[in-house]
Antibody, heavy 121, light 107 residues
Framework: QVQLVESGGGVVQPGTSLRLSCAAS????????MHWVRQAPGKGLEWVAV????????YYADSVKGRFTISRDNSKNTLYLQLNSLRGEDTAVYYC??????????????WGQGTLVTVSS | DIQMTQSPSTLSASVGDRVTITCRAS??????LAWFQQKPGKGPKVLIY???ILETGVPSRFSGSGSGTDFTLTISSLQPDDFATYHC?????????FGQGTKVEIK
């Protein structure tokens, strides 16, 4: 069955960096686009970034553009999110989610359980 | 960005009730709308996509309708497992945006 397992979250200070990982299994990872979506405590869901199945296209939310970088390693079935210049408003649970297609669907059919990032001094 | 307005924010209901949640888009999104269910401490689970297509394995008591700007999620007979938060998401264009969520509570 499809499994997405995020890791790498933690408590960090403003201005620092963190890298999140999402290990995928149960499907052919290289056939699917992948997204990161976040949820601040007590708030709704916010789409963060997407990467096409082959890594050729990447799109970001305006709120993270220039600070976050999405990438993938299809040989390791792993999705990444590099978070730089972190701010308090980046505090959230970060979910990875599978695109319904190669990346163009812009919606999701499977989600992970999330990893919490807390930005605090 | 397309704004999604979901209502109500909270809904109190009993087992067996018919429940309706609405989602309105700030501009037409055709039928590019999905509904997700989320339980505490878990990632969301897709229920419906393209406004009315039931995801495989989702019980038939869930249904979705609408097109353009106005959409509805209906649970025909609320079950104990259905107490959760529900989110709509438009995927007509990037960025895909979500409603603020509707929490379905036990009355």
């Amino acid at each position: 069955q499809v499994q997405l397992v995020e890791s790498g979250g933690g408590v960090v200070q403003p201005g620092t960096s963190l890298r999140l990982s999402c290990a995928a299994s149960g499907f052919t990872f290289s056939n699917y686009g992948m997204h990161w979506v976040r949820q601040a405590p007590g708030k709704g869901l916010e789409w963060v970034a997407v990467i096409w199945y082959d890594g050729t296209n990447k799109y970001y939310a305006d709120s993270v553009k220039g600070r976050f970088t999405i990438s993938r390693d299809n040989s390791k079935n792993t999705l990444y999110l590099q978070l730089n210049s972190l701010r308090g408003e980046d505090t959230a649970v970060y979910y990875c989610a599978r695109d319904r297609v190669g990346g163009a669907a812009k919606t999701f059919d499977y989600w992970g359980q999330g990893t919490l990032v807390t930005v605090s001094s | 960005d397309i704004q999604m307005t979901q209502s109500p924010s909270t809904l109190s209901a009993s087992v067996g009730d018919r429940v309706t949640i609405t989602c309105r888009a700030s501009q037409s999104i055709d039928s590019w709308l999905a509904w997700f269910q989320q339980k505490p401490g878990k990632g969301p689970k897709v229920l419906i996509y393209k406004a009315s297509i039931l995801e495989t394995g989702v019980p038939s008591r869930f249904s979705g309708s609408g097109s353009g700007t106005d959409f509805t999620l209906t649970i025909s007979s609320l079950q104990p497992d259905d107490f959760a938060t529900y989110h709509c998401q438009q995927y007509s264009r990037y960025p895909g945006t979500f409603g603020q969520g509707t929490k379905v509570e036990i009355k």
